[in-house]
Nanobody, 121 residues
């Protein structure tokens, strides 16, 4: 049974930082690309960042480029999302995700339960 468990969310002031973590189990972690998505109130879930199976390549949404950094540790079965210079529009529930492929950021195979991030003015 695959489980993705996020942690690290919370309340932060604009301009601050948070670091999200996702611990995976029940799968061969190092074989899959991993990513983060978010959903703001009243909006659809959107892509934030993704990283290939070996950590060699990452992709970011334009709205977070230069502020967020995704990383992974295949020895620990974890991925992190370092979020700096946070803005109120970054508020939402952040979800960890496993893609079907190790190299391509296409369909998501598994989702975590989400962690709330709230950025105040």
């Amino acid at each position: 049974q695959v489980q993705l468990v996020e942690s690290g969310g919370g309340l932060v002031q604009a301009g601050g930082s948070l670091r999200l973590s996702c611990a995976a189990s029940g799968l061969t972690f190092g074989s899959y690309a991993m990513g983060w998505f978010r959903q703001a109130p009243g909006k659809e879930r959107e892509f934030v960042a993704a990283i290939r199976w070996n950590g060699g390549s990452a992709r970011y949404a334009d709205s977070v480029k230069g502020r967020f950094t995704i990383s992974r540790d295949n020895a620990k079965n974890t991925i992190d999302l370092q979020m700096d210079s946070l803005k109120p529009e970054d508020t939402g529930v952040y979800y960890c995700a496993t893609f079907y492929s190790g190299n391509y950021f296409g369909d998501v195979a598994y989702w975590g339960q989400g962690t709330q991030v709230t950025v105040s003015l």
